[in-house]
C-alpha cells in the first residue's frame, strides 16, 4: 500500500515536491484538491486505521505494535491513539463495546474538520 511506503518514510511534502519538481504549496494544493484533507492529516487517518487494524488482528503487544507504526516510544503511542478514539490501546483492543463505533465517528469528523 503506498500510504505505508509513506508512512514509515516519515512523508514529507517538501520531499516529494522537490523530487516532482514542483514547489512544496503545489504539491499541498494537488494533495489536497485530490483527497479532500492535507497530507499530515491523510498520514494521521492512515496511521490511525492500521493501527487499528493492528489492534484487532493481532496479539502482538503494544510496545512492538507501536514501533511498526513508527513510534519509538510507546507512552507517545497511547497517548496518541486515546487522543484519537477516546481509548486506550488495550482498551480498543478488548472491548467489544458498541458505543466505540459511535464515539469513533465523532472524533473521526472532528479529525477531518480540525
Known amino acids: 500500500m503506498r500510504s505505508e511506503v509513506a508512512l514509515e518514510a516519515g512523508f514529507r511534502v517538501q520531499r516529494?515536491?522537490?523530487i516532482a519538481g514542483?514547489?512544496?504549496s503545489t504539491i499541498y494544493r494537488r494533495f489536497i484538491r485530490i483527497k479532500g484533507i492535507s497530507p499530515k492529516r491523510f498520514c494521521t487517518q492512515e496511521q490511525l486505521k492500521r493501527a487499528k487494524e493492528l489492534l484487532l488482528n493481532s496479539d502482538?503487544?503494544?510496545s512492538v505494535l507501536s514501533k511498526k507504526l513508527g513510534f519509538s516510544d510507546p507512552l507517545y503511542f497511547?497517548?496518541?491513539f486515546k487522543r484519537l478514539t477516546g481509548f486506550s490501546p488495550s482498551r480498543y483492543r478488548n472491548s467489544p463495546d458498541p458505543s466505540l463505533t459511535l464515539r469513533e465517528k465523532e472524533k473521526d469528523i472532528i479529525l477531518k474538520k480540525g
Request: charged residues 25%; hydrophobic residues 40%.
Open 60 to 62: 502482538t503487544a503494544i
Open 16 to 18: 516529494y515536491a522537490k
Open 78 to 80: 497511547s497517548k496518541w
Open 22 to 24: 514542483f514547489h512544496r
